[in-house]
Each structure stands twice: as C-alpha cells, then as structure tokens.
C-alpha cells in the first residue's frame, strides 16, 4: 500500500519528467541522420538537405564514397555556393575481391575527410554519401564511425547514405528513413537513367 | 502436341518481345514519379531531384499544395537559378471541415498551375508537391489528376509527393519509393524541426 509521501514523490517526479519533455520539445541539436532502404531517393533527399543548408548560409561538407551517386546536376548547382564544399573520393574502388587493400585505401581516404569535417565546428552539416556501402564490404570499421559521432559537436548535422545501414549505426541515429522501393521503372519497363532524376 | 512451325512461331515472337526488351533499355522518356510512405525524405528528395534538373539546365516548375513543406531554405537557393519557378500556393487551407469550400478553392488554383505547367512542353520537370494531401482531402478529383498525366508531353518528368498516395495514381507511375519512417527525433526525443533538416 502507498502512502500520501510516496504518492506525492511519484507525482512530483511525474511533473519533472513532463516539465523535462515540454523543454526539449524546444530544443536544437546537431542530428545523426541516415538514409536506407533499397529504394530510390536517399541520396537524393540527403541533396536536398544539402540544398536547404546552403540556402540558410549553413556550411556544408559533402564527401562522396561511391562515385556516381551524386553528379553533374548537382555539382552545377553547388559550384555557385561557396558555403558548400562537395568531394567525391570513391575514384578508384574494385569493390568485392579484385583490389581489397586498394579498396580500403580509397574507403580510408574519404573518411578521414568526413572525419576532418565532423571535428570542425564550423561545418553545420556533414553528408557521408553512401558509407553504409563502405561500412558493408567491411572497408572500414564500423566503431571509428560510432566513436566519431560520438565526440562529434553538439549542433552538427552527420547525414549518412546507402542501403544495409548497420544496426549499431540506426541505433546511434536520431533519424532513420528507410527507402522502399515499390515500383522502379528501369526494371520494371527497361527505362534507362534519365537526366534530372538520377543523375 | 506442338507441330515444328508452331515452335519456330513461339520462338520468334519471345526474340521480337526480348528485342523490344533490350532496345526499350536504352530508351527515355519523361517519367511519373511518386513519393509516399509516412516518413521523413518525399519533399526532400522531390527537391534534390530539381536541383540536379536545375544544373542540367533543365526547365522546372514546382508548386507546393501544402505551405511550408517547402520553405526558406530552398527558396534562397533557387533564386539563382532562372530555369526554376517555384511556386508556394497552400496559404489559406483550413482542412478537415472549417471551410470545405475555400479549400476546395484553394487546391483547385494550385492544380490549374500544374496542369498549365504539365502541358507546357518547355517544362522539363513538374513537381506538385504534397498533392497526395490533397487528394486525400477530396479537394481534387483524383481522375483530372489522372487525366493530365496521360496526356502530358512524353519527355516531361511530373513528381509527385505526399503520404496516402491513391493506388491508382501509384498504378499510373513509372517510379514510386514509399518513405518508412523508422526513427524520428521529433516524436521520440522531443526535439524541434532543424533549420537545414526539415526546412
């Protein structure tokens, strides 16, 4: 049975957590973002957020690992903003078993410059396109991602791209959006990649 | 039983049909693409797409159903750029029951400027942002939606972004990625919309 005391506490312990809620609701922190799935579009949306960044005068690194994934129309655009610097490093991979040390060597390159970046305060948003690949064919390991997003400043945004997202990864996330694919015309009708949409 | 001319007949037709195949792989052609799905990304990936159209030199239009789904970020980014029109035209939406009549209004006006858009062939991309909402709504008529689309130029990409996208709509579509939301700092930790993240 409980008495008035312990009621009391637990009431006013209550009352804190919701008052703690109602406060954070309010607050602003730098986001740990990831785009997975099989479908199309998490490239595509990690742009975008590139695009509203740069629109707000935010400073923003892009740091390509698979070349390809972002391209042209994109670079285009971002060549007129100098708040935004975009780097694709995923020249020279083999992938699977043709070059692995070589393979690693890329992997490696492009992320000591994410890492660069998420060290840097003045970047507000860091974009890792398509590390989740990386991170599958095991090129790097996935606790240097962790411990970096771990220590990494308090009001930047890390947005991470690519299917097969590690769970430890999702679990260290604040936003997690899986892709699906539900119809996919290059499949589906033989379509090829059309300028504007894929690239 | 199967007579020899009957066989060679089958066999002709499965080449003409893998002919047809292989050459429609290297076709193009505007396509009709949706985004739906309760998590986060379907506006923020309709806007990478024009940025990568916008680069390319591509002429776009996009019309926002919904004010604010599209914001301040974007809008300063394109400015730059005169192949772009971008048009908010969700003021004054009431919803649900309050005024059934204005919203109607109000979605009609920003639709007759997609179906301008739509059968203007010097647009290369239409994006009708958050029209799925509408639709919802019934302040459309889904079969004028529709009906646009089949007749629209053939090399103009129409986007479409929204949750609760009709079936038939996804029927009529090349290319349809539902968003799954799988974490989402907002619900879960109580943090509030970011500048560069959500607009």
């Known amino acids: 049975m409980r008495t008035e005391a312990e009621h009391a506490a637990r009431m006013a312990k209550k009352k804190v957590a919701q008052d703690r809620l109602v406060a954070s609701r309010t607050g602003e922190k730098g986001l740990v973002i990831v785009h997975t799935g099989k479908g199309k579009g998490k490239t595509t949306a990690a742009l975008g957020m590139v695009v509203r960044a740069i629109g707000h005068g935010m400073r923003v690194g892009v740091i390509q690992f698979v070349k390809g994934a972002m391209t ?29 040390a070589r393979d690693i060597a890329v992997a490696r390159a492009a992320w000591e410059e994410v ?85």
């Open 115 to 199: 890492k660069r970046m998420l060290a840097d305060d003045s970047y507000d948003m860091v974009v890792a396109d398509e590390l989740n690949i990386v991170l599958r064919y095991d090129y790097l390991p996935l606790d240097e991602v962790l411990d970096a997003i771990a220590v990494k400043p308090a009001m930047t945004h890390f947005v991470v791209t690519g299917r097969n997202a590690p769970d430890a990864l999702i679990a260290a996330a604040d936003l997690v959006t899986e892709m699906e694919q539900v119809k996919h015309p290059f499949r589906e009708q033989g379509i090829k990649a059309q300028k504007g949409v894929e690239f």
């Open 72 to 100: 042209t129309g994109e670079a285009a655009v971002f060549a007129h903003f100098p708040n935004v610097e975009f780097k694709p490093m995923g020249e020279g991979f083999t992938w699977d078993t043709q070059d692995r």
